[in-house]
């Protein structure tokens, strides 16, 4: 299970050491609890501090396992993709503050397309 936890943790510039998580990952049996830290990083990859500055905040993979920060974590439900990515968001919360169109402006638009 090793593998999966790596491929899935975001590439950034602290991620390295693959060797040394390797060693931890097997010294704390996480093969038990593979599951739930594969949930947790699931739901770290929605949050906004791993979202902001291209992942900037992202720690280190071999920090995360030597802290076992998914142990006692509250772990909710992943949103889908598209709530998550912050163009969308900002799209849907755009379109909800939209007013319709003036009439005048919607009748000049279709004459000016021949639909008078």
């Known amino acids: 299970m090793f593998e999966v936890f790596w491929k899935e943790w975001p590439s950034n510039p602290r991620k390295g050491a693959k060797s040394k998580c390797k060693q931890t990952w097997e010294k704390t049996y996480c093969d038990t609890q593979a599951d739930t830290i594969l949930k947790h990083l699931a739901w770290l990859k929605t949050t906004e501090q791993w979202i902001k500055s291209n992942g900037a905040f ?36 755009d379109l909800k503050n939209a007013v319709p169109m003036p009439e005048n402006v919607r009748l000049r638009l279709a004459e000016l397309r021949g639909r008078a």
């Open 58 to 93: 992202i720690p280190a993979p071999l920090v995360y396992l030597n802290q076992q920060r998914w142990d006692g974590a509250e772990i909710p439900d992943v949103k889908p993709k598209e709530e998550v990515d912050p163009a969308l968001r900002k799209a849907k919360d």
